[in-house]
């Protein structure tokens, strides 16, 4: 007969607790004791919760022993994203963005992989000469907007191991490859709240992105405008303004609805 240990219902309030109080965070993590006090649970109880939470990739710990959500939960986070049909729900404010900008726009997120960006939604600049990609396509995360801005926002604990085990090739001579540029640059685009390419993943091609947040604050996915670099360099102070507020306009509307209808 297998002896199974069932968890209490503390034990799960607990844990919904640590994980939806590390959300709303917005990746800076969070101490032992910071968790104890804002779940109402002693410390010596909380570690062994704690501790399964990070076998398991639910959680991670950096060296100064902060706590943070785990590649699992942005895994499952991206699973939900993607019952919700967000690329449905987000298409007319892309379709908008296009008419202001007349360039290509993107919705993107993380890859199953967590370790690439990738295409879920486009609408098409109606010009001859254009920037085009495939949905389901993939981009590194360092070399393009969209990449750029989902890193930039990630925990710093799992932003340091993909720049730990990732090797920045360079697909153009703009490409950046020092790790210490890229950490920089990822601090300002966290910042500024957008991220800007010139010609690092395709020469001649320009990019700008910018966040789409969830109900919990977290980066869920990002907006992209993408076109040759001599139009988007000409109009950039007024798409950046167009994008700026697509994405805001998306992240409202999805920190107001309760529940989305899957287009099934």
């Known amino acids: 007969m297998n002896d199974l240990k069932t968890p209490s219902p503390q034990s799960v309030d607990r844990i919904f607790a640590v994980l939806d109080y590390l959300a709303a965070r917005d990746n800076q993590g969070a101490s032992l004791a910071e968790l104890a006090r804002a779940v109402s649970a002693p410390k010596s ?29 942005y895994s499952l986070s991206m699973r939900i994203v993607g019952s919700l049909n967000l690329a449905s729900i987000a298409r007319p404010v892309l379709e908008s963005l296009m008419e202001k900008t007349g360039e290509t726009v993107l919705l993107g997120a993380l890859a199953p992989s967590g370790d690439l960006a990738m295409y879920i939604e486009k609408v098409e600049s109606q010009s001859a000469l254009r920037y085009t990609v495939s949905l389901g396509e993939q981009r590194d995360l360092y070399s393009s907007g969209i990449g750029k801005m989902l890193l930039a926002h990630m925990p710093k604990p799992r932003q340091a191991n993909y720049l730990r085990t990732h090797e920045l090739v360079a697909y153009t001579p703009a490409t950046i490859t020092s790790k210490d540029e890229l ?82």
């Not at 109880?45 to 959680?59: D, E, F, K």
């Not at 950096?62 to 959500?69: A, S």
């Not at 992209?224 to 007024?238: F, K, Q």
């Open 183 to 264: 950490l920089e640059q990822l601090d300002e685009i966290r910042a500024q709240g957008y991220a800007l390419t010139v010609g690092e993943r395709v020469r001649g091609a320009d990019a700008m992105a910018a966040p789409v947040f969830g109900r919990g604050g977290e980066v869920i996915a990002a907006i992209v405008v993408a076109g040759p670099s001599e139009r988007m360099r000409m109009n950039r102070i007024a798409d950046l303004e167009h994008l700026l507020i697509a994405a805001a306009d998306l992240s409202r509307f999805l920190a107001s609805t309760d529940r989305f209808q899957s287009a099934a």
């Open 45 to 73: 109880s909380l570690i062994s919760l704690l501790a399964g939470m990070l076998a398991n990739g639910r959680l991670v710990k950096d060296e100064n022993g902060f706590y943070y959500l785990g590649a699992l939960m």
